[in-house]
């Protein structure tokens, strides 16, 4: 993965540049992180950690700075999602993010500065893989600086993960694997990569969850 390893090494580069001293460290996450990144298809997850929260002025340079058009991926998007330093330290399970961007080739270009109502499910499970598996690009290890929110806080946060992928992806291949690991960190407290684990049906695994969650009351 040399132009994966290339493109994350300048990303964080680019950070280093436009975030000067309020930047406290810059992260690889999700499949990248979990050994499950498979080229052309995934995505690649950074996460970026800020001393202070971003103004304005401070997000638009961010975006100019790595969005595709200025910095093309290999991967199928670039997914970065900016954190204060508290808010990564803190194991809520409430997103409270700078900015949310996501950009690519082929891909919708969004930003976001505040959660969408319905998809605030994403961010805290994020930080779970980033606590345990990030891939520090600069600065600290992952380990020591994002926290997990608790297992049962989780759970109900891959049930709205699940029932995302049934509104909007139902018999996807991804909605089958992305229940195949969420109730394999149901049971284990283990992630895997979405693409290592078994495709399981989205409504039992919902079920299942939700009857985790009742017994954790």
Known sequence: MDAEHAYLTEVASRLQRVLGDNLVGVYAGGSYALGGYVPHRSD????????????????????????????????????LVVYTEDAA????????????????????????????????HWFAIDR???????????????????????????????TEVLRWYRDHEPGS??????AGRALRFAREGVWVPKMAAAPHSVNAVIAELEGISRGAA
């Open 89 to 120: 330290r803190s194991p809520s399970p409430e997103a409270d993010f700078e900015l949310n961007l996501n950009t690519g080739a082929d891909e919708p270009f969004r930003l976001d500065t505040e959660p969408k109502p319905g998809e605030s």
């Open 44 to 79: 690649l997850d950074v996460a970026a950690v800020v001393r202070e929260p971003l103004d304005h002025g401070a997000v638009e340079d961010v975006v100019a700075a790595v969005r595709h058009e200025a910095l093309a991926s290999p991967a199928r998007k670039l997914e």
């Open 128 to 158: 779970s893989v980033l606590a345990a598996y990030g891939v520090a690009l600069y600065g600290l290890p992952a380990g020591r600086v994002f926290a997990t929110p608790r297992r049962e806080d989780l759970i109900p946060l891959l």
């Open 173 to 178: 291949e991804d909605a089958a694997r992305n």
